[in-house]
């Protein structure tokens, strides 16, 4: 049940010392309670490569946001080990979690003070962040005057402020209308391929994982193990309505359902 965290940074990146993975779960088990009760998670193996896009997909209740939470050490696994490649991760959740009393470039600030950039780098710092999510000039806004779709470009540059290699998201463009989903996914393909990060992202929406990942890990419920992976080779930028795209899905949403139907939930 331990957390390790190498003290490699982004810009050490080239160094021998480099891990090789962005995240490493081995045999991770998670049980809440005092025990004796059934496994949430059992015995998940995953590693997930640096620059990697990874996206978990799994029916309501099985366990992704738990596996995230013990990735980003808000939990801890009750056995297993999870150790993490380059720096504490960042966390990007459905709902935007922004200060509403600061601006959107506070926000951002903010996030840049805990990662310790001096206080005269922060504000040129978090324009560019807010300039690359393509909010340049929305910086002194405050999160009420930002619609839904802003205030999640926000928090992912919130989440990209931070000094982590590794970005997990969790069901962050699910509350949002689909055409602005559908926007906020171009950009954070091209926000990947730019930074080089390594992204986690949880959802229960076939098409969206399918649309976003290099890979797909499908998990099984009660308990949550790894049921299969699919690697996406169909290029990017894809377009959620392309037929690779639509023709995998119903392949991986098949799966699901056999996933679901094992479980007797709907
Ligand atoms: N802190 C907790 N204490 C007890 N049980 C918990 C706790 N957190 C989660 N669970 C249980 O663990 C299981 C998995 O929950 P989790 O939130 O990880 O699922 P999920 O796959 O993220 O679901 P969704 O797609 O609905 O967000 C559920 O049965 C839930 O009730
Ligand atoms: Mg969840």
Redesign the pocket.
Known sequence: MTQTISEATPTAAATPAEPGFAVRLNQVTKV??RGGGAP?LDGIDLTVAPGEFVCLL?A???????LLNLIADLDKPTAGTIEIGGGRPALMFQDHALFPWLTAGKNIELALKLRGVPREDRKAEAEALLELVRLGGASRKRVHELSGGMRQRVALARALAQAGDLLLMD?PFAALDAITRDVLHDELTRIWAETGRSVVF?T?NVREAVRLAERVVLMSSRPGRIAREWHIEIPQPRRIEDTGVSELSVEITDQLRGEIRRHGRA
């Open positions: 809440f309670g949430v799994g309501s209740g099985c366990g992704k946001s738990t069901e949880v229960h």
